[in-house]
C-alpha cells in the first residue's frame, strides 16, 4: 500500500513539472522565438543581406507605386461626404447579404481597387468613427481586404504567367470568393440584432455618423492643403509599416530556406500534397508564398510543372489567404481598435480554398 501511494505520489508530482513546463514555454515562448531570429541572423548574415535588400527593392519600385496613392486617396474620400452616400444607397445591398452598414460597399471597393491592405485601414477608420460595431468590423476585414487587379493583373498575369487571360480569370474568382466569404461570414454569424434593450447604443452609434458626415461636408478648398498634409502623413506611416515587414519577411523566408525548415516540410508533406496531385517540386514555393505573398506567388508561377493548372489554381490560394506577412500587417493596422485577428484569419484561409475552387472549375470548363 506503501508502495502504491509514493507511485501515485511520484505521477502527481510529474505531471505537476509537465504543466509547469508546458506553462513555462507559453510564457517565455515568444522570448525563446526572438533569440532564435536573432541567432539567425548571425549565422546566415550573407544571405539575409542579400534579402533584406530585396526586400527593399520590391518595397520601393512595387509597393510604393502601386499602394501609396491609394492610400492617399483613401484618406481624403474619408474626409467627404463619399461614404456617407455609399452608406445610405448601397446599404439594401450591404445588409441583407453581408450583415453590414452600406457604409461597407466603400471598404470593399476601395479594397479591390487598391490591394492589400487599404481594406483593413478603411475598416479600422470606420471603427473609430463608430460607422459599424466590433463584430461588424471583424466580418468586414475577411472580405474586404484583398489583393488588387494591378497586382493580380499585372505582375501575376501579364509578368509572371505572360497571359493577360490568366490574370483577369485570377482577379475574377478572387472577387467571386470574397464575396462568398462575405455571405457564408454573415450566415453563420451570431450578431445581435438592434433590439429595444439597446437603443442606448444604437444613438450613440448614429450620434457618432453624424458627427462624421458634418465635419466631412465642411471640407473647403481652404481647408484643402491641411486635409492633403494629413493624408499624406498617414499614408506615409502606413506604407513605411508595410515597407518593414516586406523586408522582415523576404529576410524570415530567406532563414527557413538556408536551415532547410521548408525542404524538410516538403518532404514530410509530401505524400499528402502527391494525393491531391501537387508535384513536390512546388510544395516550397507554395510555403514561402503562405509566409509572404508577393515572393512566393513569383515562385509558385515560375515553378515548372506538366500541368500549368496546379500553378494557377496555387496562385489563386496564395491571392486569397494573402499569407502571414498580410495578416500580421493587418494586425498591425486594428490592434489599437481592439479588433480580433481570428475571424480574418479563418475568412482569408476561406476566401483561399474558394478562389482555388472556382479557378479550378473555371479552367476545366472554359
Given amino acids: 500500500m506503501l508502495r502504491d501511494s ?20 507559453k510564457r ?74 452600406g457604409e461597407g460597399a466603400f471598404a470593399f471597393i476601395m479594397g479591390l481597387i487598391s490591394g492589400y491592405p487599404v481594406g483593413a485601414k478603411i475598416v479600422s477608420n470606420f471603427m473609430e468613427q463608430g460607422i459599424c460595431t466590433k463584430e461588424e468590423a471583424e466580418r468586414m476585414l475577411a472580405f474586404t481586404n484583398n489583393s488588387g487587379p494591378l497586382f493580380i493583373i499585372g505582375t501575376v498575369g501579364i509578368t509572371l504567367f505572360g497571359n493577360t487571360s490568366i490574370g483577369i480569370l485570377l482577379f475574377i474568382t478572387h472577387i467571386l470568393a470574397c464575396i462568398s466569404v462575405g455571405i457564408f461570414l454573415n450566415l453563420i454569424s451570431k450578431r445581435k440584432k438592434y433590439a429595444c434593450n439597446n437603443k442606448k447604443h444604437e444613438f450613440k452609434k448614429v450620434s457618432k455618423i453624424e458627427k462624421f458626415n458634418t465635419e466631412s461636408k465642411s471640407l473647403s478648398f481652404s481647408s484643402l492643403g491641411e486635409v ?4 499624406i502623413k498617414s499614408a506615409t506611416s502606413t506604407i513605411l509599416m508595410i515597407g518593414g515587414f516586406v523586408v522582415m519577411f523576404s529576410v524570415i523566408i530567406s532563414m527557413l530556406n538556408q536551415s532547410h ?19 513536390i517540386e512546388i510544395i516550397k514555393p507554395l510555403f514561402s508564398g503562405i509566409v509572404e505573398l508577393t515572393n512566393g506567388v513569383s515562385l509558385v508561377a515560375s515553378t515548372y510543372v506538366s500541368n500549368l493548372s496546379i500553378n494557377i489554381i496555387l496562385c489563386a490560394f496564395l491571392l486569397g489567404f494573402g499569407g502571414f506577412s498580410v495578416l500580421l500587417q493587418v494586425f498591425s ?18 476566401q483561399g480554398i474558394f478562389a482555388a475552387f472556382y479557378t479550378f472549375l473555371a479552367l476545366q470548363f472554359i
Fill in 333 to 350: 493596422i486594428v490592434s489599437k481598435n481592439g479588433l480580433s485577428i481570428k475571424k480574418y484569419t479563418f475568412g482569408k484561409l476561406l
Fill in 228 to 231: 492633403l498634409g494629413n493624408s
Fill in 28 to 101: 517565455n515562448g515568444l522570448s525563446i522565438l526572438f533569440c532564435i531570429f536573432t541567432i539567425c541572423l548571425v549565422l546566415f548574415s550573407q544571405t539575409n543581406l542579400t534579402a533584406a535588400k530585396n526586400g527593399l527593392i520590391l518595397w520601393a519600385t512595387a509597393v510604393i507605386p502601386s499602394l501609396f496613392p491609394f492610400f492617399v486617396a483613401t484618406e481624403m474620400l474619408n474626409y467627404t461626404n463619399v461614404v456617407s452616400f455609399l452608406g445610405k444607397w448601397l446599404s439594401p445591398i450591404m445588409r441583407p447579404l453581408f450583415g453590414v452598414p
Fill in 6 to 25: 509514493y507511485a501515485v505520489s511520484n505521477g502527481f508530482k510529474s505531471r505537476n513539472k509537465v504543466k509547469i513546463w508546458v506553462y513555462s514555454l
Fill in 261 to 279: 525548415i521548408f525542404d524538410g516540410l516538403s518532404n514530410i508533406l509530401a505524400p499528402f500534397f502527391s494525393i491531391i496531385g501537387i508535384p
